[in-house]
């Protein structure tokens, strides 16, 4: 079925092994793994990443990559993750084994660390972002990337958020769902959640198109001690429930007729202003 090159180098000459299901044939949610969330994984891409999720703590299971890496870019992964099984093959074998070329070369499988909970994250934060209903993994990547680069403390998600460990989310994102601590609210949103946002001292901030907003730029929102800001789904934004519990709505300038921006860019646009260093 397949032939050990070297210790723990095990080049693939079956698609069909078992051992390589994780990374042809199981779907995000087959990863996820509720049934035994002890045993779920995620996969993470591109040696930057991977040793991002490392450094986090992250447990490895196996490594996925291109031959030409083991000298190469990986390298310095195979000797971290010591006798980790590693499968390489040609680019043309991974790609048609994957469905999907990798860019990067690598691809490592992942034991899914257990959430903290929200009272652990947010206890000492003075600034986090609230995702309502963000479903788009590339979107949701982006916007850890910006929180991680532009000061937040958290990232909290509404349960019908799309997973952050989702392959994409992750590599776009670069790795930063590894640095910047994350997790779930509670499923009664946003009732629940808002009040326990309250309850944390957070000021409330919504992202919003709608009357009554005070310009991202008002010197109340960067001097508040704690301030959670809130971004809304695609398309719709934030529900209106949700904007009506906010403190403050908050919109962001704009030129040319322009109404409105991604939420990906919305968020770094608010990061930037309102999440400042004292």
């Known amino acids: ?165 989702y392959r994409r989310c992750v590599r776009v994102s670069m790795g930063t769902v590894f640095q910047i601590p994350w997790t779930y609210l509670q499923d009664n949103w946003p009732e629940a959640g808002m009040a326990f946002l309250k309850q944390m001292g957070f000021r409330t901030a919504a992202m919003a198109l709608c009357e009554n907003t005070v310009s991202i730029d008002d010197p109340a929102l960067l001097a508040e001690p704690k301030l959670a800001i809130l971004l809304g789904t695609e398309g719709d934004g934030l529900s209106d429930g949700t904007i009506a519990r906010c403190d403050y709505t908050v919109k962001i300038p704009m030129s040319h007729g322009v109404d409105s921006l991604n939420v990906a860019a919305a968020s770094a646009v608010a990061f930037y202003q309102l999440c400042k260093p004292n």
Do not use: W
């Not at 079925?1 to 069909?16: A, G, L, S, Y």
């Not at 793994?33 to 991977?50: C, G, H, K, M, Q």
């Not at 990986?74 to 070329?101: D, M, N, Q, W």
């Open 1 to 165: 079925m397949k032939m050990r090159t070297m210790p723990n180098i095990i080049e693939i000459t079956d698609f069909h092994a078992p051992e390589l299901d994780v990374y042809a044939r199981l779907t995000e949610n087959q990863l996820v793994n509720r049934a035994d969330p002890e045993n779920a994984l995620f996969i993470a891409e591109s040696p930057n990443v991977i040793h991002r999720a490392l450094d986090a703590g992250c447990v490895p299971v196996s490594l996925l990559l291109e031959r030409k890496h083991i000298e190469g870019q990986a390298k310095s992964l195979i000797e971290r993750c010591g006798e980790l099984p590693v499968y390489t093959a040609p680019l043309s074998v991974l790609t048609e084994l994957t469905g999907f070329p990798l860019t990067r070369g690598v691809l490592c499988a992942m034991r899914r660390p257990k959430l903290p909970e929200p009272e652990e994250i947010c206890r000492s934060a003075r600034r986090v972002a609230v995702l309502e209903n963000v479903m788009n993994p590339t979107n949701l990547g982006a916007i850890f990337r910006s929180a991680a680069a532009l000061n937040l403390d958290a990232v909290l998600l509404t349960p019908a958020c799309t997973d952050a460990l």
